[in-house]
């Protein structure tokens, strides 16, 4: 059977995963393509049920799937060109905890691509433990493909500041700033949770009262900033290495 109807029951389910209200309403989000899919369930995450596009014949990996004609396919999907498979994920939602290794605080980060940027780099590098305090959601559509699978398996920590912030008593904060000392001359500890603030405002005054350090990426005089992802990944892999050459 082919569901042809936008106005479908289960087309309108999967629609509304695309707003953070139906993300919320259903504890469930969207991940989209064939890639991403089998990414996603290869990562052990609850996936539920899979639509796929009329004339699909890959993979379905077992799971509840119905078929979607054209235009309702289009409706599902957040990307303009979609791919042939969606599927519906339960969001994790890990109790916030004190973290067990180096790792990054994301504080007031609003564009989803960033914070999904953020999140593949921060995966890749080692940082497995992400505090998001009051960021976009990361399981917005652009924020999951951007990500590029990082949040099948880095542990999001998502609260506002008042939540997160007492779990890191007693760990170095290091702010990442323009006025902070040169980077490249400065050591890190071994753990820390690096601070990477909002793309307009910076961080904000909670945090920036906590942090120990403050640290800068040097930059050429016209250069007024970095994007926050670009500066984020600069910073970890610099940290990274440091760590490896006191090894």
């Not at 695309?18 to 991403?36: C, I, S, Y």
């Not at 912030?165 to 700033?177: S, T």
Request: glycine share 8%; proline share 6%.
């Amino acid at each position: 059977m082919v569901i042809i109807s936008k106005n479908n029951p289960q087309v309108k389910e999967l629609a509304s995963l695309k707003e953070k209200k139906g993300r919320k309403e259903r504890g469930t989000f969207l991940v989209e393509g064939e890639k991403m899919v089998r990414e996603c369930v290869k990562s052990g995450m609850k996936v539920l049920r899979v639509a796929v596009r009329e004339g699909y014949d890959g993979e379905t990996y077992s799971l509840p799937c119905f078929t979607l004609g054209e235009d309702a396919f289009r409706a599902v999907c957040d990307e303009k060109t979609p791919q042939n498979i969606v599927a519906e994920v339960e969001i994790p939602c890990p109790a916030l905890q004190v973290p067990k290794a180096p790792c990054l605080l994301l504080d007031g980060v609003s564009d989803p691509a960033n914070v999904g940027a953020i999140i593949r780099t921060a995966f890749a590098a080692g940082f497995e433990e992400i505090y998001l305090a009051s960021c976009a959601d990361p399981f917005a559509p652009k924020c999951v493909r951007a990500s590029m699978s990082g949040v099948f398996f880095a542990t999001l920590y998502r609260g506002e500041r008042a939540e997160i912030l007492p779990l890191l008593q007693g760990i170095p904060l290091i702010a990442a700033d323009m006025d902070g000392e040169n980077v490249f001359q400065f050591e890190p500890p071994e753990k820390y949770a690096l601070c990477i603030g909002n793309e307009g405002n910076g961080l904000s005054d909670e945090v920036a009262a906590l942090a120990k350090t403050t640290v800068r990426i040097p930059m050429g005089e016209r250069t007024e900033s970095l994007n926050a992802a670009v500066a984020a990944g600069i910073f970890m892999y610099l940290f990274k290495k440091k760590s490896f050459e006191r090894m």
